[in-house]
């Protein structure tokens, strides 16, 4: 149950009222449906300067010139987490058309899931790398793969509160592999020599098609729908993208890291997700493993 709303800056202070009461509700409309997430929340702030919010909560400033998302942000304080929303935002989906505020509901149903397993995570102790932290190769990798994971439960757990003109997000996820080869081999000719750099350039843009996948992914578990059965041209260009031998194992695997309950199971499951991500690098061209110190060994080579 929301607590407390804390509205700052004068273009949201002057709706505050109807903002908190309008927060509230909504919240308790979504955890009488979904009754697991009732408490996993008591503060929301929403704010005219997002990014200032953050910072006046604790969060570093961000560096110059970086992209700092505007929408929606949980911060966990030793007082409890805290959800910023961002003031304009919260304003144009509380007074605008019944779709706007249908992807407003989503989307605060999709960060109170993202509270609940951040939280059980940290009693499960799954919180941090663990084991995998005694390795700079895995500890690249893992959190990659632990978004992929919070990425597909959440969408996966969300599914009843989808807008009706949604997308699922396979239209991005189709952008993003038409994209990623040409902008990989960008990255190749441009930076092959900083093999440091190149790594951490294509880790990000791996990253992004991974966790958009699984994204996907858990949308379409949830829905018991493949993609062919929404767009058999969608499912068709992903199958003949450089993505397509990895599309189905990753549903697999996501599938089977959602349902894992015992810690070796879970981390089977992660370690298969990893494999996979490793593959699509190697789909891209860029040859990927853990070198003989227990490193990131990145080579250039022939898309496979």
Request: hydrophobic share 45%; aromatic share 4%.
């Given at each position: 149950m929301i607590k407390r709303v804390a509205c700052r800056g004068e273009k949201i202070e002057a709706v505050g009222p109807t903002i908190e009461i309008v927060l509230k509700e909504l919240a308790?409309?979504?955890?009488?449906?979904?009754?697991?997430?009732?408490?996993?929340?008591?503060?929301?702030?929403v704010a005219d300067d997002f990014p200032a919010a953050l910072v006046s909560l604790g969060e570093p400033p961000a560096p110059a010139g970086s992209i700092v998302p505007t929408v929606a942000r949980t911060l966990y304080l030793e007082s409890g987490p805290v959800l910023v929303l961002e003031g304009a935002q919260v304003v144009a989906a509380l007074g605008s058309e019944v779709d706007a505020m249908a992807r407003f509901v989503h989307m605060l149903h999709g960060e109170l899931w993202r509270v609940r397993l951040h939280l059980d995570a940290?009693?499960?102790?799954?919180?941090g790398l663990g084991a995998w932290g005694d390795?700079?190769?895995?500890?690249?990798?893992?959190?990659?793969?632990?978004?992929m994971r919070g990425e597909y439960a959440v969408s996966r757990r969300t599914v009843w509160s989808l807008p009706n003109d949604a997308d699922l997000m396979l239209k991005h996820l189709l952008d993003v592999v038409d994209a990623l080869p040409a902008a990989t081999a960008e990255d190749v000719a441009t930076g092959a020599a900083d093999l440091d750099g190149l790594f951490v350039r294509s880790l990000g843009r791996v990253g992004h098609l991974t966790q958009t996948a699984a994204h996907v992914q858990g949308y379409l578990a949830g829905l018991e729908r493949s993609v062919d059965a929404i767009s058999p041209e969608m499912a068709a260009a992903i199958e003949a993208s450089f993505f397509g031998p990895h599309w189905v194992a990753l549903g697999r695997q996501l599938d089977a890291l959602f349902h894992a309950g015992e810690a070796?199971?879970?981390?089977?499951?992660?370690?298969?997700?990893?494999?996979?991500?490793?593959?699509?690098?190697?789909?891209?061209?860029?040859?990927?493993?853990?070198a003989e110190d227990g490193g990131v060994w990145l080579a250039p080579g022939v898309a496979g």
């Open positions: 308790r409309r979504i955890c009488e449906r979904d009754s697991v997430l009732d408490g996993v929340l008591e503060q929301i702030v940290i009693a499960a102790g799954q919180e390795s700079v190769f895995d500890s690249q990798l893992r959190p990659v793969v632990e978004a070796a199971a879970i981390e089977a499951a992660r370690s298969e997700v990893q494999h996979t991500l490793q593959a699509v690098f190697g789909s891209l061209g860029l040859q990927l493993r853990r």
